[in-house]
């Protein structure tokens, strides 16, 4: 539990620069419309799972209840998500990266990098089980904020929206 306060904090600012990335937004404003409808859904429901995830993990990291699994899942999450955008690999837009972008991917990306080297580091300390995770009583709520925020990057990645 050494470093559950770096993890919890480092999951919540991560969380905090994806949520900020969301399609349509005054950040991400290139255009996606050429990519496939079904693969803008699959990556923005991956994208939510990522991003809503590791809040709640964030969360229970300060309470000193994560398995630090979870915090590395998210933290190589970032890097994969970041870099694949940053080396232009995954999602191609034909409209550049603007400034604000490229600084939250790339300060995103650092992010991940002690991420994943203290989710490791916890991972090999001799206590690295805590307690489990119960289900948040709120999961249908969470649940639908998802969707919610699923359909909207969705139809702002297809429909090319610029920003609100």
């Not at 949520?19 to 349509?24: A, D, E």
């Not at 991400?28 to 496939?36: A, G, K, L, V, Y």
């Not at 969360?59 to 970032?78: E, F, Q, T």
Request: glycine fraction near 8%; proline fraction near 7%; charged fraction near 5%.
């Amino acid at each position: 539990m050494k470093y559950s306060t770096s993890i919890g904090l480092l999951l919540l600012m991560s969380s905090a620069f994806l949520i900020s990335l969301v399609p349509g937004g005054p950040i991400e404003t290139r255009d996606f419309s050429h990519i496939q409808p079904w693969v803008l859904l699959s990556f923005n429901v991956y994208l939510t799972v990522v991003g809503i995830s590791s809040m709640v993990w964030g969360v229970h990291a300060l309470r000193k209840s994560l398995n630090p699994l979870w915090s590395l899942l998210s933290g190589l999450s970032y890097l994969i998500i970041y870099g694949l955008d940053l080396l232009t690999l995954f999602p191609v837009s034909p409209t550049p990266m603007n400034q604000a972008l490229w600084s939250i991917e790339i300060t995103g990306l650092l992010l991940s990098l002690p991420l994943i080297a203290l989710s490791c580091w916890q991972l090999m300390s001799a206590n690295a089980a805590p307690p489990r995770i119960k289900m948040v009583n709120g999961w249908p709520i969470v649940l639908l904020i998802g969707a919610v925020v699923v359909a909207y990057a969705t139809y702002s990645a297809m429909s090319g929206l610029q920003g609100i």
